[in-house]
């Protein structure tokens, strides 16, 4: 039994980004993410460099043996990584996750949005999904407001699994029926946004 | 792109690529303290799974990593030996980690030698290390077996950096010298 990597590979394409798998050389900029204290203060804390590198290595793994992972995800305009977004699920893990962590040059912009937009659309369409949910520190208001962006509802709180089970994260998610139903609607207004005088 | 199917065999043993179905052994292995008492302790089901992860990714990104070892007789996986290079780390390793039912009969030497063969012909290295703790002395017998020596204390990255780790190896010269004399 070979890899279990989609041939060909899948990317993703949104109008500023490009998302791919992840490959070597954007360790330099993810590890410069890992040891940004505010960039992982509601995720890991900051790691480093040996740390940031096993972590890595942990998305393309999981993308060999379960067939999809986090993307790299890559700014258009200057061909840099930004980030690390899509769907997850370690074993043990609480749901179907579709997560996101930006290097913090690229916050601000909508991008971890314009990701996230593609990565689920992926998930639900490609891996068949039939719910999503986010893992949110409570205190990371940030991404709680681009979980409410992105259509999603919080839904209660776990622990995570051991040897972090006395860390709490809010349950942020939503079906693929509500997924659905919002594309349509997005497609619906621009369909009327472009009829308008 | 790797071959994911890149399969080394000896006479008792199928070493390749890890695959999904691993796991199971890998957990198993990850909880049993005595296997894991020189290599941090045990080791939850989500650690183990990261840490396997880890390993596989070594394999996309690297083009290496270490190998599953099945033995042939029963089809089992009974450990991981093989080529690792993580960040920060002191050289360019053969490591092995067996699972407790499979020590004690040479299983480490005979998967460990198709490794090292296969690192010098694959990947370049011109020299290789084991790092093993002082008080491991399983481990040393199969690094000696080998025909590595004893290079001194080292020191691993963290979360290591606090584990007493002595680093042993040969130098890729060494290890063709050994070889050629056991084939004449």
Redo the contacts between chains.
Sequence with gaps: MPSAVPSPEPVLETERLILRLPQRGDFERYAEAKTDPDGTRYTSGVLSRPEAWRKFLEYPGAWMLQGFAMFSVVEKSSGLWIGIIGPWQPEGWQGTEVGWSLHRSAWGKGYAYEAAEAAIDWSFDVLGWQEVIHSINPDNVRSQALAQRLGSRKRGSCSLPPPRENVTVDIWGQTREEWLARRARQQSSDHQATRAP | MID??LTLETGRLILR?????D?EGW?RLGRDAEAMRHLGGTK???????H???????????GFGPFSVIRKADGQWIGRIGPLH????PGDEIGWTLAREAWGCGYATEAATAAIDWAFASLGWTSIIHCIAPDNTASQAVAKRLGSTLQGVGRL???HDQDPIEIWGQTREEWFARRAARTV
């Design positions: 994911t199917g690529v890890p695959q999904r179905a796991f957990a939850s089901a989500f650690e183990a799974w990261r396997f992860l880890a390993n596989v990714g070594s394999w996309r990104i690297l993580p960040e920060g780390w990255p963290v979360p």
